[in-house]
């Protein structure tokens, strides 16, 4: 089955450092990858949706000059949290669909990234 | 936009007895796809069931199966013989059949669903 990798699975950093997580679609391309974050106990909001090749498109209310997208290959999109402050404190998930996935093909997800801001 | 709501928070269920979660969504569209997810306190996403919004027929997959009902715009999961591997939280979610590959999935707000042995 389609496995998409996210790395770090967890992560600590001080106020004011900037974090870099990484989704991989391990056996699948993937033009679109999504990313979402997640409060405890709290539904998935999107943040951005990553196009390879070209600028993510983010969701209204997310600074994008705060998150970072960076989609450089088909199998590969990065996340950066810039200048990282404690209410960054979340659970960030990255998702994607094969390329060449049917109509009705689900999104495969990645395991997360707790990130915690000290 | 479309919305989806889930307007249970919690539910628990008896181990080996049924559960129906509720799910209601909101569109203007007519092509669409509706899914069911699992995320279990390991927090991956686990896809439980989907369902095509031009098929009749209600989505299946072993105790996991689903009542479509178009016209009110409801989907709920039913799940049959509880285990106590099925306590999790879950997220009804909808994705329009326009955009491709660019078509974003929309969650409801999810249940936690409590299994008693």
């Known amino acids: 089955g389609a496995v998409v990798s996210q790395h770090p699975s967890r992560v600590i950093c001080k106020s004011g450092t900037s974090v870099k997580i990484e989704c991989r679609s391990l056996?699948?391309?993937?033009?679109?990858m999504f990313w979402y974050r997640q409060f405890p106990k709290k539904s998935l909001m999107l943040m951005a949706t990553?196009?390879?090749?070209?600028?993510?498109?983010?969701e209204q209310g997310v600074e994008k000059d705060k998150f970072l997208i960076n989609h450089a290959s088909l199998t590969l999109s990065t996340l950066t949290v810039t200048s990282a402050h404690p209410e960054d404190s979340s659970f960030y998930i990255c998702?994607?669909?094969?390329?060449?996935?049917?109509?009705?093909?689900?999104?495969?997800f990645g395991n997360g990234t707790r990130l915690t801001v000290t | 936009a479309q919305t989806v709501t889930q307007s249970q928070p919690e539910m628990s269920v008896q181990e080996a007895e049924t559960v129906t979660l509720s799910c209601t969504y909101d569109?203007?569209?007519?092509?669409?796809?509706l899914f069911w997810y699992k995320q279990p306190p390991s927090r991956q996403m686990i896809l439980v069931i989907r369902?095509?919004?031009?098929?009749?027929q209600n989505a299946t997959e072993n105790r996991f199966s689903v009542n479509f009902q178009k016209a009110a715009k409801s989907f709920s999961l039913k799940i049959s013989d509880s285990q106590l591997g099925d306590a999790a939280m879950y997220f009804c979610?909808?994705?329009?059949?326009?955009?491709?590959?660019?078509?974003?999935?929309?969650f409801g707000k999810g249940i936690t669903l409590s299994v008693r042995p």
């Open positions: 998702s994607a669909r094969a390329l060449t996935g049917a109509p009705n093909s689900p999104l495969h």
């Open positions: 056996d699948f391309q993937a033009t679109t």
């Open positions: 990553s196009n390879e090749g070209s600028k993510a498109t983010y």
């Open positions: 569109t203007s569209e007519s092509d669409y796809y």
């Open positions: 369902q095509e919004a031009y098929k009749q």
């Open positions: 979610a909808y994705r329009s059949a326009l955009a491709g590959a660019n078509s974003k999935l929309t």
